[in-house]
């Protein structure tokens, strides 16, 4: 179809498909052990709860859960959201938060309202491999965040962005419990880079779709927290934070927000008229009847769950593992980053281990923006039980002692 190539724009040359969702396929095949995609256990899902929701909402209110809505969300879910985010110490109101379908529908507004082709983004290496996916088909440049050991000068990033034809527009990172390596940034590293994106006068993007996973540790206030003590007022902050209730209540609705100052807010809507209307807006109240009623229950219930998956996964890897194997011990989320002997390759380990295992993961250089970290891989403990945690991480140690002989 080269007649159809010469006719695409410009962008979609950045547009690749995602190692994740195509590991997802395998979920099919009874035999596979996947550690791959990022899945909460749907055994954990309010299932009765969103029934009676859905029966609520359609029995009492059905002309409105039906019909079109206002851009910005449904309104009662976004005061909601507001008493929410002040529980996370981020005093606003409903004019700093819009609702978008999904987090991932949230980073790809963003890119669309921050970035022109050419243009740099500072990001963690590695980061999300989604939010990579949304910025790309902006045509944006990728330079380096070191939020624990040091950024370079806001002059270096100018400079640098400037030499490759644009400017730095915006910093984006997973501040508690990363994907892909669960690692949490510490409140000095967060206040760094807070002031990092003052003195850049950029928008510093704040991935929170894991924050209400903490299994244990001290909270760590968040980088909108941090920036609205700084800055007094949510409207002078340079953080824009994206909250999804997928892995909390279910993703499967499809329901996320945006809080930040109102200025960038009134753009979103205006990119979200154009975009889709609106979220569905029977999605927003069964989300908004289940939240207010069940969110701390719920949360508190897929914490204990996510928290023994991880212990079994930790001392799997220490029992299995083979030396010269490195992994990451997060205090939440649903990732134990794991990294390999030099010189190994994890798509190359991934082909032999479901040629020889059966065992699934995300090799490691899909979450860098320059393709580096090949001797890196991503594990997912929130979906598989005690037993494939055990069966599988044992195939996988013996697999990589193999390989490294």
Known sequence: MGEWDALYATRTKNMRASEIRELLKLLDQPDIISFAGG?????????????????????QNADVALQYSVSEGYRPLREWLVQHMASLGVP??????????????????????FISPGDTVLTTWPTYLGALQAFNAYEPRYDRLNPEQ????????????????????????????????????????????????????????????????????????SMLALDCEREGHIDRTRVVYSGSFSKTLTPGLRVGWICAAQPV????????????????????????????????????????????????????????????????KPEGGMFVWVTLPEGMDGAGLLAQALQKVRVAFVPGFAFHADGTGKNTI?????????????????RLGKLIAEEAA
């Not at 606003?92 to 309202?113: E, P, V």
């Open 265 to 328: 807010i009134a753009k979103l809507v205006l990119i979200k008229q154009a975009a889709d209307l609106h979220s569905p807006t029977i999605n927003q109240m069964t989300i908004h009847h289940v939240a207010s009623r069940d969110f701390d229950k719920q949360v508190e219930k897929v914490r204990n769950s996510y928290r023994q998956r991880r212990d079994y996964m930790l001392d799997a890897l220490a029992r299995f593992m083979p030396p010269g194997v490195t992994w990451t």
């Open 378 to 394: 991503r594990l997912n403990f929130s979906l598989p039980n005690k037993e494939a945690i055990e069966t599988g991480i044992s």
């Open 150 to 221: 040091g950024n370079m000068t806001p002059a270096a990033y100018r400079d640098s962005a400037k030499a490759a034809g644009g400017d730095v527009k915006l910093a984006y990172l997973t501040a508690d419990f990363c994907n892909p390596t669960g690692e949490t940034v510490s409140r000095d590293g967060r206040i760094r880079l807070i002031e990092l994106a003052h003195e850049l006068d950029i928008p510093l993007i704040e991935d929170a779709a894991y924050q209400a996973l903490r299994f244990d540790g001290e909270p760590v206030p």
């Open 39 to 59: 899945i909460p256990d749907p055994a954990l899902f309010p299932k009765e709860a969103i029934r009676e929701a859905y029966e609520a909402v359609l029995s």
């Open 92 to 113: 606003c109101t409903i004019d700093n938060i819009i609702i978008t379908t999904g987090s991932q529908q949230a980073l790809d507004y963003l890119g669309k309202l």
